[in-house]
């Protein structure tokens, strides 16, 4: 929760409420001489900025106080259906989240699992009453053929069972990429070739308040790009390149459509902060950096002067 907060955080309410950091109201840390403090707006609001969103290299974060929202009432859940429904799912995806109010996220997925018929998800959140969900999401049921449908009333403590995302450690590469949009044709080229040797081929529905200037708070600021392609595959000995070139594949035919940065919490082995902040933003981050660190203590995954 800490890793994902500060560097910026992209979850099921963020279209609701923005990146996780920008809910951030007071860090407790260690700095790079020893010493203990709280870093709040009014105490510190360079570091305050720097650790809302530009990752781990600034401090020792002990404890993180966060802003609460209220959640009454949660709907969604996973419908599933075979592989040859995919178009049709595609296209429910689209007019689905061309009118989503913010309180609602769509993920859709082609999925392969090993040893299993390829398929096609869409995972569902809404974040308000099961009526007003079910009404919003009437477009899914004129398609035929559903393996399952898990729809209804979730507790919010259950939210991250949507999905069906392993909780237990597996060697796994994992690629994301945000689209600048996504349309008729992106989608003929998303189910022009086999997802395998991939697990899944994931789009999230972005926008509502990640896009707003202030949504981002912090040096994690706003995403503009109104989607997130998403590309996991195995990473075993004699798997892990075909899952690297699928992957370098899938994005080069989406290439018209990629946007060139990605959210810092989902930089992969190999990628830099770079690609994940302005050049503004990380010359901030830099200087901040060697201001509060200067004999480079603490080292981030993807550290900001890397």
């Known amino acids: 929760m800490t890793g994902y907060t500060l560097g910026g955080g992209v979850g099921w309410f963020s279209r609701r409420h923005g990146l996780a950091s920008g809910s951030v109201r007071a860090v407790e840390i260690v700095d790079a001489d020893g010493e203990p403090g709280r870093v709040t707006a009014e105490s510190d609001p360079e570091l305050f900025w720097a650790l809302r969103g530009g990752g781990g290299d600034f ?10 929202y209220p959640a009454p009432s949660l709907y969604g859940g996973r419908v599933i259906w075979p592989e040859h429904r995919a178009r049709e799912v595609y296209e429910a995806f689209l007019e689905i989240t061309a009118e989503a109010p913010r309180e609602l996220s769509v993920w859709v997925n082609r999925l392969q699992p090993p040893g299993a018929p390829p398929m096609v998800t869409l995972d569902l959140a809404y974040l308000g009453e099961a009526g007003q969900g079910e009404s919003l999401l009437v477009r899914i049921d004129k398609i035929e053929g559903a393996i399952s449908d ?11 069972a ?3 995302e392993p909780t237990a450690p597996a060697p796994s590469i994992a690629r994301a990429e945000l689209l600048t949009g996504l349309d008729a044709d992106a989608v003929e080229l998303l189910l ?20 707003e200037p202030g949504g981002g708070a912090g040096a994690g600021g706003a995403v503009a790009e109104p989607y997130l392609l998403g590309l996991v595959g195995l990473g075993l000995p004699h798997t892990a390149d075909a899952t690297r070139a699928k ?6 035919d989406l290439e018209s459509y990629v946007a060139g940065r990605k959210p810092y ?4 082995p190999g990628e830099t902060a770079a690609e994940s902040f302005s050049g503004g933003t990380l010359a ?23």
Do not use: C, M, W
């Open 59 to 68: 401090a020792l974060v002990t404890a993180l106080e966060l802003g609460l």
């Open 192 to 211: 022009a070739k086999p997802v395998a040797p991939l697990v899944n081929v994931q789009i999230r529905h972005l926008g509502g308040a990640l896009a």
């Open 284 to 306: 901030r981050l830099r200087e901040i950096k060697r201001a509060r660190d200067p004999h480079n203590v603490f080292r981030a995954n993807y550290p900001v002067l890397g």
């Open 247 to 252: 992957q370098a594949e899938v994005v080069a």
């Open 265 to 268: 919490t989902l930089l992969s």
């Open 162 to 164: 949507i999905a069906a």
């Open 150 to 160: 898990s729809r209804g009333v979730v507790p919010v403590a259950d939210l991250g």
